[in-house]
């Protein structure tokens, strides 16, 4: 049984015929070749599958397609303009934020959508939306830098 | 001056990696790729009675499905030949693979997985050290006295017992009649998973007789040739292509999934790709092995300690892997940081019916220094001690040797990384609070000296591609350390250096990432090869400047005259004219570390006899315990760390803030349990990885005492920031709440029973 649904990913509309249990995760990495979002648990624990759904940040590997019918989802793959990386993107590169990168879409898109719900959050904040993501490699000092430079910035 | 080296330099795949391009092993596909399903045992031993394919052969979309009655499904290993492809007989530990399905897509292989029908009749799982080792044991494997080994070496090895590694100098008893005190101690240490975020994988490919094997792995060139075991061809029949790895920590040195992905790829025609689940990957990762320490010192009424009495037992699991040589590290600890008249070391590896344990950064070290370090405090306090005072007065200077006879010439490092800490944070001010408590922890470890290589050739655009195998597993020791080194040889900036991803087929061997070798092997291939590229190049601009060679200057991608850089050629010149005249510059290095000088009879069975290319690294934590909850805070965390050159500093300080946040995971909330041979914590919402709330500012002070032989002087970094944090966070704990904690992880129950609640 599959079911007709409209996703609006990065802007761009795509019909799609989906089983109901296909998870959006899925669907982003297998039918439409974005592979930025990652698999590494399916149980919404370490948030390498995070994406934006309606501007919210979203575990996909536990999120059904077909209940995300119309709405807009937005990937790593959606955050730059063109060659120009967006500003938390360039810190995450610029303070250390990414070593082996894997979990590195999640946190940009969970930082992503505190950044645009909070202008310039507190490090507390930081620290707590990050509830939902794990990172093995850094120890997060210098994702936490990164979010704070951007932060400073928009303070500025 | 140098022009790259020494500065933090944005790492060469950050910017792959930030839009979500990067091509991980789980993102590779091929066309007309097939998808892999391994059936593993649900139990942890057992005779296997049947195993009946057909109905899932039969089912719609399956290609192939596969058992050790299918393939030369013959013992291998790194060191001991132990480990079949499937299990045929016996099952020796739950995860153990029994067969694989091979379909159209991952549901099919999925149904096909669920229509095996599998009879195991069960048996009482030698589950625990202890019960691998009482009188009687059942042997994990019946056969093992006739396996073969590596070379034909071999070891002592008996009963469940799979490697023993003894040194006894002879004068240790009587070095503990002359004692003052003796303190006894035992430690207990549990495993630990590695929990890279990107789980295994292997995409495979058969053509023209040849397997080309697509990974995210630590070691291709081990995969290439332990794919070659597995399946009793050549290596060269065998091509590794690496991609971007989503972290490893060890688990990913020795192979995993290629070897089945290899096999149903000749089976089927077709390309095959095999990812394991999360629940796979934690239950055969291989872990951290969980261990027992048992530790005497004799002790002089001033504090001396004429002698060390030392028996390890570490939990191999069902097979060996690296274990015969994790039995020598012992060696390295019980003997180093601290002065010590002799000691008896022995260590044991010991086979359970449990998940095959091995490479977890910082091997056997994380828990090897916790038994040490809680040891020292514990000698301190029984002398009446400052507990710092106690270390500085033992501590090892510069000429000292190890148990193995190896000298450390620079051995007062350590005095001068205490002296930095100190500085930073006076011992007499931390952990004063309230139930605060601080602790300190100390260790010298190694840079693995295994060989790597590189070419180093200049484009005709005047950038620098590197040709190598060293792989990036997310440290930047390939993303910053190589390229950066490369980079300086010719006065470029970073970005104006191409560094290849992995292929056995077309580049040298290189041992891969582990032991923090990277930077200081490969970079030192890559330095001296970059020396060989500048001269070219100084040779041909100096006949198109019509110039003295001596006289000329490289920098900037370009080369002038010194004092007159208004007459220059440009690097892209060079290259073009050396290719049209000499023809292209290129040119290979090659480097593995000389063996340091050792005692080769200080011990039996000792497998890995050498620690080389040594660093030097200070702890210190200062928590609070909460007396009513249990659960312990890190208020500060002090890591001051010898690393020959920081190649790029903000790369070195993260590899340590990771390192010691990986050692903060393992001392205080990682739980990796064993009942009856199976794992208790499933998945990662039980296993507990620190998160961004839980992990406390780490301040780092880098030490630089650069290695002659490294390249601009670096050593290796990574591997060892985990190696004392258990130990300064578990001497911590004690303090605070005034009684030992002997065994880890440090959770809110070990807190509430050492403060007697």
């Known amino acids: 049984m599959t079911v007709p649904v409209t996703l609006h990913v990065n802007d761009v509309a795509h019909r799609l015929h989906v089983d109901g249990g296909e998870t959006l995760l899925h669907t982003l990495r297998e039918r439409l070749g974005l592979t930025g979002a990652k698999e590494g648990c399916v149980e919404g624990e370490c948030g390498a599958c995070t994406v934006l759904v309606d501007g919210s940040p979203a575990d996909s590997c536990i999120l059904a397609t077909a209940a995300v019918d119309g709405r807009r989802i937005r990937t790593v793959e959606g955050l730059a303009a063109g060659p120009a990386l967006s500003p938390l993107q360039q810190a995450f590169v610029d303070f250390g934020a990414v070593q082996c990168g894997f979990c590195t879409p999640g946190f940009l898109m969970t930082l992503s959508a505190l950044l645009d719900e909070v202008a310039a959050p507190s490090p507390v904040e930081i620290r707590e939306a990050l509830a939902g993501n794990v990172c093995r490699c850094t120890g997060y000092r210098q994702i936490l830098d990164a979010v704070a430079a951007v932060a400073g910035d928009r303070r500025r | 001056m140098t022009v790259t080296v020494g500065s933090s330099a944005p790492r060469g795949d950050g910017d792959a990696k930030v839009r979500g391009a990067a091509v991980f092993g789980v993102d590779f596909a091929l066309p007309g790729m097939l998808h892999a399903r391994l059936l593993r045992s649900s139990v942890p031993a057992g005779r296997i009675v049947s195993i009946d394919v057909a109905a899932a052969a039969a089912l719609p979309g399956v290609h192939a499905v596969v058992t050790g009655a299918d393939v030369p499904n013959a013992r291998t290993g790194i060191v001991l030949f132990d480990m079949p492809l499937f299990a045929t007989d016996y099952v020796a530990y739950e995860g153990e693979p029994l067969a694989a399905v091979v379909a159209a897509t991952p549901e099919a292989a999925a149904a096909a997985l669920a229509a095996i029908r599998v009879e195991i009749e069960a048996h009482e799982p030698v589950a625990t050290l202890e019960d691998a080792v009482a009188d009687g044991a059942r042997l994990v494997h019946p056969g093992w006295a006739d396996f073969e080994t590596a070379g034909g070496q071999d070891w002592p090895r008996a009963g469940n017992v799979l490697s023993e590694m003894v040194a006894d100098p002879g004068d ?287 484009n005709e655009d005047g950038t620098l591609g590197v040709v190598t195998s060293a792989t990036e597993n997310g440290s930047g020791a390939v993303a910053m350390g190589v390229r950066q080194v490369a980079a300086e040889g010719l006065g470029l900036p970073a970005d104006r250096v191409v560094v290849t991803m992995p292929d056995t087929d077309a580049t040298g061997y290189d041992a891969g990432s582990q032991g923090s070798r990277t930077t200081h092997v490969v970079g030192r291939a890559v330095f001296d090869a970059t020396a060989k590229v500048r001269e070219l190049v100084v040779r041909t601009a100096a006949g198109m400047l019509e110039a003295a060679e001596e006289d000329l200057v490289v920098e900037g991608g370009r080369v002038f005259l010194a004092g007159d850089d208004s007459s220059f050629v440009t690097l892209a010149d060079v290259a073009t004219t050396a290719t049209r005249s000499d023809g292209p510059i290129a040119v290979s290095g090659s480097y593995k570390t000389p063996a340091p000088a050792f005692n080769p009879t200080c011990a039996t069975g000792m497998l890995f006899p050498i620690w080389p290319t040594p660093t030097y690294h200070v702890h210190v934590a200062e928590v609070e315990v909460d007396p009513v909850t249990g659960r312990v805070t890190v208020l500060r965390y002090l890591v001051a760390q010898e690393v020959g050159k920081a190649i790029n500093p903000d790369g070195v300080i993260g590899q340590i803030q990771g390192g010691v946040t990986q050692g903060l995971g393992y001392a205080l909330w990682e739980r990796l349990d064993l009942d009856g041979g199976r794992y208790v914590q499933r998945s990662l919402e039980t296993y507990g990885l620190p998160l961004a709330v839980d992990v406390p500012d780490i301040e780092v002070m880098l030490l630089e005492h650069p290695a002659a032989a490294g390249p601009y002087g670096a050593k290796g970094v990574a591997e060892p920031p985990i190696v004392p944090v258990a130990a300064a966070v578990a001497n911590a704990v004690a303090d605070a709440v005034g009684a030992p904690i002997d065994s880890l992880p440090i959770i809110p129950e070990v807190v509430l029973d050492a403060l007697g609640g």
């Open chain 2, 172 to 458: 240790v008893d009587d070095a503990f009649d002359e004692a003052d005190l003796v303190v006894t101690d035992t430690y207990q240490a549990p495993r630990q998973y590695q929990a890279y975020l990107e789980p295994k994988m292997a995409v495979a490919a058969h053509e023209s007789g040849r397997y080309t094997i697509h990974v995210s792995h630590q070691y291709p060139f081990n995969v290439r040739d332990r794919v070659a075991q597995t399946l009793g061809v050549a290596p060269s029949a065998v091509r590794v292509v690496g991609h971007h790895i989503g972290g490893g920590f060890g688990a990913k040195l020795d192979i995993g999934l290629e070897a089945y992905a290899a096999v149903l790829a000749e089976r089927t025609g077709r390309p095959v790709k095999l990812v394991n689940s999360r629940e796979e990957d934690l239950l055969t990762a291989p872990c951290r092995e969980n261990a027992t320490v048992h530790i005497r010192s004799a002790v002089r009424a001033d504090g001396t300690i004429l002698a060390r009495d030392v028996e390890v037992t570490f939990d191999s699991g069902a097979y060996a892997i690296d274990a015969p040589y994790l039995t020598s590290i012992p060696m390295f600890i019980f003997g180093s940081v601290y002065r010590v008249g002799t000691a008896r070391v022995i260590a044991r590896a010991v086979y359970t019916n449990t998940a095959p344990t091995g490479a977890f950064r910082g091997v056997s070290g994380t828990y090897l220094v916790f038994a040490l370090e809680r040891h020292m405090d514990h000698i301190a306090r029984e002398l009446g001690v400052d507990r710092r005072d106690y270390r500085l007065g033992r501590l090892m200077r510069d000429g000292d040797a190890m148990l193995n006879g190896q000298v450390l010439d620079d051995a007062s490092i350590l005095a001068a990384a205490f002296d930095a800490v100190e500085a930073r944070a006076p011992w007499a001010t931390l952990g004063k609070g309230p139930n605060q408590g601080v602790g300190m922890a100390a260790a010298v470890w190694l840079t693995n000296p295994q060989p790597g290589q590189a070419t180093v050739k200049l």
